[in-house]
């Protein structure tokens, strides 16, 4: 700080030379320092420093992966000196072994199907009247529908939250950003475009220039959609008569060559060029530019407990099922589980490659692949 202030102020006769080389010579010794620092700690864990014993109560795939890392890795300073099976050896045994031996922590790690919870909270509260730390691994992510697991606070209590998507904030924020970045450039495109559009709307079919239609959201929530109407004005009357015709199987509804489209529909759904006002959605935060297909509130008043899963998070423009099979799925719970697959992998990465792969749809209609 002291050679900064004398460098700014200009309050000594000294070179910026000999500022250089001091800023180069402090900068590589405090970085050789750190590296010698490291290595020496780290030669002293390989040596058995901390001398941190550990007595492992437990079994199963998560007790073995545990035990493997800490003998792989004797930089930690951690030596397993015990190990108990609490389905073979006697609760009374294990006390009596720990007690005679020189422990500093336990470790406690089993299946959570299995049923010896009240064996494990006996011994713990015997443990804990030894004074030992305990530590114990959670294993909620048994649990395989769920993405993650984290602790969290109920209250004032602590608790364990099961996720079923990425909950990273930091992405989550940048989704955020993104879709509002993108969302105020596509409102001014389609500003820009609006004109040309309600005109040649207005000019084939009496009606509104926008279809409005009530979508449902994360979690439930309820909200407007909007787009540039490419139907008929009373194309939803006329859904009932085309009902036979549905190509779906469930509760989506895509009738091959729909009747209600207009002319001037044809053409701007063939760019996606119907769906630009719904960046207005996407700016408000009722919808991601990348999620799963938003549903109707008649769609999910018919939805089996697996299809919510889909509206655990918000709706997107665009997703996993739009790029790379909207044409060739037609079951509804294969929709599902391509929208399920977006949850369980979403990541920011995943949304790029969604997105790109929707510019090259929307610049060259027809052509189909996967991401």
Request: aromatic share 10%; glycine share 6%; proline share 4%.
């Amino acid at each position: 700080y002291a050679t900064a202030v004398l460098y700014l102020s200009k309050t000594a006769d000294f070179s910026r030379l000999l500022f250089g080389v001091f800023f180069a010579l402090a900068f590589g010794l405090v970085l050789l320092g750190k590296i010698l620092v490291k290595r020496l700690f780290d030669h002293y864990l390989r040596r058995g420093r901390m001398n941190i014993r550990v007595a492992m109560i437990g079994f199963g795939s998560k007790y073995d992966a545990v035990r493997t890392e800490i003998r792989d890795r004797p930089q930690w300073g951690v030596a397993i000196v015990r190990e108990f099976d609490p389905r073979e050896v006697e609760l009374a045994e294990i006390v009596r072994d720990i007690r005679a031996s020189i422990i500093d922590e336990v470790y406690i790690l089993y299946p959570r199907r299995t049923a010896i919870h009240e064996r494990i909270d006996e011994l713990v509260s015997v443990l804990e009247q030894l004074g030992l730390p305990i530590r114990f691994a959670l294993t909620f992510d048994e649990l395989d529908s769920y993405y993650s697991q984290h602790v969290c606070q109920l209250g004032s209590e602590m608790g364990v939250m099961l996720a079923p998507y990425n909950l990273d904030p930091d992405q989550l924020i940048l989704k955020r950003l993104v879709d509002v970045a993108v969302a105020s450039v596509g409102l001014l495109v389609t500003a820009v475009i609006f004109p040309i559009i309600a005109l040649a709307i207005k000019l084939e079919s009496p009606g509104p220039i926008f279809f409005s239609h009530a979508r449902i959201g994360k979690g439930g929530r309820e909200f407007t959609i909007h787009k540039f109407r490419s139907m008929e004005a009373d194309a939803e009357a006329k859904k009932q008569q085309l009902m036979e015709q549905n190509i779906y199987e469930g509760h989506l509804f895509k009738v091959e060559g729909d009747p209600r489209i207009t002319r001037v529909g044809k053409i701007i759904r063939k760019y996606s060029l119907d769906e630009f006002p719904q960046f207005w959605n996407v700016l408000k935060g009722d919808m991601s530019l990348v999620g799963t297909r938003p549903p109707t509130p008649e769609e999910v008043d018919q939805y089996d407990d697996h299809h919510f899963r889909r509206i655990s998070v918000k709706p997107g423009l665009t997703g996993l099922w739009q790029v790379t099979a909207r044409n060739q799925v037609i079951d509804f719970d294969a929709v599902v589980a391509r929208d399920v697959e977006y949850i369980k992998n979403w990541n920011l990465l995943l949304d790029f490659k969604i997105i790109l792969r929707t510019v090259a749809i929307v610049m060259f209609p027809g052509r189909s692949g996967g991401i």
